[in-house]
């Protein structure tokens, strides 16, 4: 490994599960769908619940509006935000990214999450 998550040196018992979705990934605010993805994945981690992760490129890019907010993980790495906007409301902070995931995280690379406050995010088979 060429960039290995500390955190694992210190929990090397610490869950981290990247796994793609078999279905559909639907992102709606207000009841509107905004995007829509058979390319999600499913990540679980520890006792918190499954986020999913959707290409980032399925955001419409004029939703979106670059951070200065950064947040840092020991298993996964730094995380960048974006504000998301959607008919005229701003939610600040609203979707993180991995830019250069720690080597067990790589595959959400060019993903993002959304926090659950800011849009809803939903599977279906």
């Known amino acids: 490994m060429n960039n290995p998550a500390p955190g694992f040196i210190k929990r090397p018992d610490h869950k981290l599960e990247i796994t793609p979705f078999e279905g559909h990934v639907s992102v709606s605010i207000d009841g509107q769908e905004i995007a829509k993805t058979d390319r999600a994945l499913m990540l679980a981690e520890a006792d918190y619940p499954v ?14 509006a670059e ?49 659950p406050s800011a849009a809803s995010v939903e599977p279906s088979g």
């Open 51 to 64: 986020v999913f992760y959707v290409p980032l490129g399925v955001i419409p890019e004029k939703m979106l």
């Open 67 to 115: 951070s200065d907010h950064k947040t840092w993980c020991p298993f996964k790495g730094h995380a960048s935000y974006y504000h998301l906007t959607h008919e005229g409301d701003t939610r600040e902070n609203a979707i993180w990214t991995y830019r250069n995931p720690f080597d067990e995280a790589m595959s959400i690379r060019d993903y993002v999450a959304i926090y």
